[in-house]
Structure formats: structure tokens, C-alpha cells
């Protein structure tokens, strides 16, 4: 085993997202970040372009969780001389700022529970995995 005398620091990870009972993705940080690129690009066009991904990747991401709300997300235009567009509603602008505020909470609390389970029990006192010291029997 290579042993590296430069002890690194350790963080956890963790995805969350928002399912359905079905198991299916209600809404997560894709989603997320989908209706902000919306926002700020003003359509479902321009933004599907600034994220890479096509149309009815996009459309299509955005129904699946409108169907799976029961709740719209966006309002649309339909072109003319201004062209089309579409705008996030109260309703999804409230889901975002509730899933951030969920998101840092879950991750703060992760942090909390890593440092006090895994960190300092494990890692700082050198617990082996049976449980004891090393070193003691």
C-alpha cells in the first residue's frame, strides 16, 4: 500500500434530486439548471443552445416534470415579429428557490454528519474497521 505522508482533505458528496413515487425525476439540478438557462435566454430555443443539448431534449425534460407537478413551469409566447419565447412562472420560480434552499440544507447537514461520523471517528482517531484503535486489541 503507497502511503502519502501529505494527509489530503476529505469531503463527502451527495446528488439530490426529486422524485415520484413511480421513481421518476420530478425535478433535480438538471432541471434547475434548464429553467435558469430559460430565464435568461428568454426561450426554450435559445436555451437547449446554451446547454448543449437539443429542443426536445429540453421540451421534453420540462413536460415530464410539468405532467409529474400537475403545475405549469413556463408560460409561452408564440412568434410574430418579436419572435416566440417563454417565461419561468411564480410557481417554478418558487420550486427553484425551494430545491436551492433544500439543496444547501441537505448539504450542510452532510457536512455536519460527515465530519462527526466519518472524519473524526475514522479518519482523526484512527479507528480500524472493527471498530478499535489501532494498535489495540
Known amino acids: 500500500m503507497c502511503m502519502n505522508s501529505e494527509r489530503r482533505k476529505l469531503t463527502v458528496k451527495s ?17 434547475l439548471r434548464i429553467l435558469g438557462a430559460i430565464e435568461e435566454n428568454g426561450s426554450i430555443l435559445a436555451a437547449a443552445k446554451a446547454l448543449g443539448m437539443s429542443y426536445r431534449a429540453v421540451w421534453g425534460k420540462i413536460k ?58 475514522i479518519v482523526e482517531r484512527g479507528l480500524e474497521a472493527g471498530g478499535k484503535k489501532e494498535g489495540t486489541r
Not at 16 to 27: K, L, R, S
Open 64 to 121: 415530464a416534470s410539468e405532467d409529474r407537478l400537475g403545475q405549469p413551469l413556463l408560460t409561452k409566447r408564440t412568434g410574430g415579429s418579436q419572435g416566440g419565447g417563454s417565461q419561468l412562472t411564480p410557481y417554478a420560480k418558487a420550486l427553484i428557490k425551494r430545491f436551492r434552499y433544500l439543496e444547501n440544507l441537505i448539504r450542510k447537514t452532510s457536512d455536519t454528519l460527515f465530519q462527526g461520523v466519518f472524519l473524526d471517528e
Open 15 to 31: 446528488k439530490v434530486w426529486i422524485a415520484d413515487q413511480y421513481g421518476d425525476v420530478v425535478f433535480g439540478a438538471g432541471r
